[in-house]
């Protein structure tokens, strides 16, 4: 086995990504001021068509998404991986196959570690997430594009009746899988995908009467950038009109998250003068599904009470509902689902101890933390389940269905 010539198949996938990354990534200044994010992923990459034998290959990727909607994007995607054979190399006819010069000597064999397909797919595709708001957000994706793809063997691209072996052809993408949220800006998420080529030559054996496939597994990271705009000029979700420094992010430590202004920690004293309470806001909802608050609450002296005040956008009127504790200093509430209406809602947490010397909060209701209502979620779902069952079955049929 040649390693030099294993090492460049399997290393050259990775460098074409590297490469698109290092020119995607000074694009961050212009993705902060909108609804984009950049992902990588990692995985492997069948070559599903006539080899009897095919090899999993290593491969990577590199996308760009744009959220149209909540529970749609668009995502543009860059791959690259080398596609191998273990043994079904020697159906490749040396008689129209153009190689170096170790073909005219005696005893030559073909070696199927010498040959790969080396194969890069350009693709644009819808994604339709099911729970967008949810820490865990399964999701579907349905698109094309074109499948850039070169046959050689011993670094030289076969020939075939005098036409080189590389080629671009068209394709359709299923795919899908499922998105774990660690923060507002960075998810990892696995999944998979069948792409479904125009072409029956990428294998460099035509045969049957269905053309060729690829089917890949992966894992990846994705990165969102703040949404900014005029009434968020630092994207941290607290309106221009409510911010205490309207340049600067808010800080997310959970204290005294609602006014815009970050914080160095909480003050070690603070606890002593007020209840303290850690709390990360909400700021996208759900129309008609219930909004569930968690809140930590620091305090010295037995509190009397700790509540969240809500209202829909635009009343002048505050609801509330007493915060439970679930556990030590840890408290929750649900808002229920019937309140929970388009455009948006306002709240605040606080709590006050049994002294009523001083209140602990997190957002007051002069500087509330705004939750900005999602509708017609349901559609979405009933769209994506539609899309999913259509494209997956289609695939899992082109998979397992046997040539004629």
């Given at each position: 086995?040649?390693?030099?010539?294993?090492?460049?198949?399997?290393?050259q996938?990775?460098?074409?990504?590297?490469?698109?990354?290092?020119?995607?990534?000074?694009?961050?200044?212009?993705?902060?001021?909108?609804?984009?994010?950049?992902?990588?992923?990692?995985?492997v990459?069948?070559?599903?068509?006539?080899?009897?034998?095919?090899?999993?290959?290593?491969?990577?990727s590199l996308?760009?998404?744009?959220?149209?909607?909540?529970?749609?994007a668009?995502?543009?995607?860059?791959?690259?991986?080398?596609?191998r054979?273990?043994?079904?190399?020697?159906?490749?006819?040396?008689?129209w196959?153009?190689?170096?010069?170790?073909?005219?000597?005696?005893?030559?064999?073909w070696?199927?570690?010498?040959?790969?397909?080396?194969?890069?797919?350009?693709?644009?595709?819808?994604?339709?997430?099911?729970?967008?708001?949810?820490?865990?957000?399964?999701?579907t994706?349905?698109?094309?594009?074109v499948l850039?793809?070169?046959?050689?063997y011993?670094?030289?691209t076969l020939?075939?009746n005098?036409?080189?072996?590389?080629?671009?052809?068209?394709?359709?993408?299923?795919?899908?899988?499922f998105?774990?949220?660690?923060?507002?800006?960075?998810?990892?998420?696995i999944?998979?995908?069948?792409?479904?080529?125009?072409s029956?030559?990428?294998?460099?054996?035509?045969?049957?009467?269905?053309?060729?496939?690829l089917?890949?597994?992966?894992?990846?990271?994705?990165?969102?950038?703040?949404?900014?705009?005029r009434?968020?000029?630092?994207?941290?979700?607290?309106?221009?009109?409510?911010?205490?420094?309207?340049?600067?992010?808010?800080?997310r430590?959970?204290?005294?998250?609602?006014?815009?202004?970050?914080d160095?920690?909480?003050?070690?004293e603070?606890?002593k003068k007020?209840?303290v309470?850690?709390?990360?806001?909400?700021?996208?909802?759900?129309?008609?599904?219930?909004?569930?608050?968690?809140?930590?609450?620091?305090?010295?002296?037995?509190?009397?009470?700790?509540?969240?005040?809500?209202?829909?956008?635009?009343?002048?009127?505050?609801?509330?509902?007493e915060?439970?504790?679930e556990e030590e200093?840890?408290?929750?509430?649900?808002?229920?689902?019937?309140?929970?209406?388009?455009?948006?809602?306002e709240?605040c947490?606080?709590?006050?101890?049994?002294?009523?010397?001083?209140i602990?909060?997190?957002?007051?209701?002069?500087?509330?933390?705004?939750?900005k209502?999602i509708?017609?979620?349901?559609?979405?779902?009933?769209?994506?389940?539609?899309?999913?069952?259509?494209?997956?079955?289609a695939?899992g049929?082109?998979v397992?269905?046997?040539?004629?």
């Amino acid at each position: 086995m040649d390693w030099n010539v294993m090492g460049r198949s399997v290393r050259q996938p990775f460098v074409i990504v590297a490469v698109l990354t290092a020119v995607t990534l000074p694009l961050k200044q212009t993705l902060a001021s909108s609804k984009f994010a950049i992902g990588l992923k990692v995985g492997v990459t069948k070559l599903e068509g006539d080899w009897r034998d095919p090899r999993i290959n290593p491969g990577g990727s590199l996308l760009v998404s744009y959220d149209v909607l909540p529970h749609l994007a668009l995502v543009a995607q860059v791959n690259a991986s080398a596609l191998r054979s273990k043994t079904d190399v020697n159906r490749l006819n040396p008689e129209w196959a153009y190689l170096s010069s170790e073909a005219a000597q005696p005893g030559w064999k073909w070696d199927a570690d010498k040959f790969r397909v080396y194969a890069a797919p350009i693709d644009l595709a819808l994604q339709w997430n099911f729970f967008p708001l949810s820490r865990i957000n399964p999701f579907t994706l349905l698109g094309g594009g074109v499948l850039w793809w070169n046959a050689k063997y011993d670094d030289d691209t076969l020939v075939r009746n005098g036409d080189e072996q590389r080629h671009y052809t068209p394709f359709a993408r299923a795919g899908g899988g499922f998105e774990y949220r660690l923060n507002r800006g960075f998810a990892v998420s696995i999944g998979g995908d069948f792409r479904y080529t125009g072409s029956d030559r990428i294998d460099q054996f035509a045969v049957g009467d269905e053309w060729d496939g690829l089917i890949s597994l992966w894992t990846g990271i994705r990165f969102s950038f703040d949404e900014r705009t005029r009434a968020d000029i630092d994207g941290d979700n607290i309106p221009e009109e409510l911010d205490l420094a309207p340049w600067v992010a808010e800080d997310r430590d959970g204290y005294l998250d609602h006014d815009g202004r970050p914080d160095i920690g909480v003050p070690a004293e603070a606890a002593k003068k007020a209840p303290v309470v850690i709390h990360q806001p909400v700021f996208r909802a759900e129309q008609g599904r219930d909004l569930n608050i968690k809140t930590k609450i620091l305090s010295t002296v037995p509190l009397r009470i700790a509540a969240v005040l809500f209202r829909s956008s635009g009343s002048k009127s505050w609801n509330v509902v007493e915060l439970a504790e679930e556990e030590e200093m840890v408290f929750t509430a649900t808002l229920d689902g019937g309140r929970i209406v388009a455009p948006g809602l306002e709240y605040c947490v606080v709590a006050v101890d049994q002294r009523v010397k001083g209140i602990g909060y997190s957002g007051l209701p002069t500087r509330p933390i705004r939750v900005k209502v999602i509708k017609n979620a349901t559609p979405w779902r009933v769209i994506g389940g539609i899309v999913s069952a259509l494209s997956w079955g289609a695939a899992g049929y082109l998979v397992l269905r046997k040539q004629k």
